[in-house]
C-alpha cells in the first residue's frame, strides 16, 4: 500500500498562489495527479504528469494557472496554483499510479486524504 501525503493547503485571498506537494513514499515510478471535489460537486482532475515529465491539465479554469511538476529523486510532486479564484477552492487530492488515461480518477491506484484549499474573494 502507497500512503501520498498531501501538504501546502490552507486559506488564501483571490489572486494569491499556494503550492501543494504530494510525498510519495519509496519510488516514484508512477504517473502522478491532481484531482479536487467542491462541496456538492464531483471530483474533478486537475492536472497530470507522466514518469517521464509530459504533463496533461484539465479543469478548463486551471489552464494558465497552475503548474504540476515533480521530484523524482525527492519523490515529490507539486502543484502550483497561481490566481487563484473562489471557484478553485475545494479539497485537493494526490493520486499515483495511473495505468492508462491519467485524467480519470478510476485508473489510479493510491491517494492521498486531501489538503483543503479555500480561496476568499
Not at 31 to 44: I, L, V
Not at 68 to 74: F, L, P, Q, V
Request: glycine share 14%.
Amino acid at each position: 500500500q502507497v500512503q501520498l501525503v498531501e501538504s501546502g493547503g490552507g486559506l488564501v485571498q483571490a489572486g494569491g498562489p499556494l503550492r501543494l506537494s504530494c510525498a510519495v513514499p519509496g519510488s516514484i515510478h508512477y504517473d502522478m495527479g491532481w484531482f479536487r471535489q467542491a462541496p456538492g460537486k464531483e471530483r474533478e482532475f486537475v492536472a497530470a504528469i507522466r514518469w517521464g515529465g509530459g504533463v496533461a491539465y484539465g479543469a478548463d479554469s486551471a489552464k494558465g494557472r497552475f503548474t504540476i511538476s515533480r521530484d523524482n529523486a525527492k519523490n515529490m510532486v507539486y502543484l502550483q496554483m497561481n490566481s487563484l479564484k473562489p471557484e478553485d477552492t475545494a479539497v485537493y487530492s494526490c493520486a499515483a499510479g495511473a495505468t492508462s488515461d491519467s485524467t480519470l480518477a478510476r485508473e489510479y491506484a493510491y491517494w492521498g486524504q486531501g489538503t483543503q484549499v479555500t480561496v476568499s474573494s
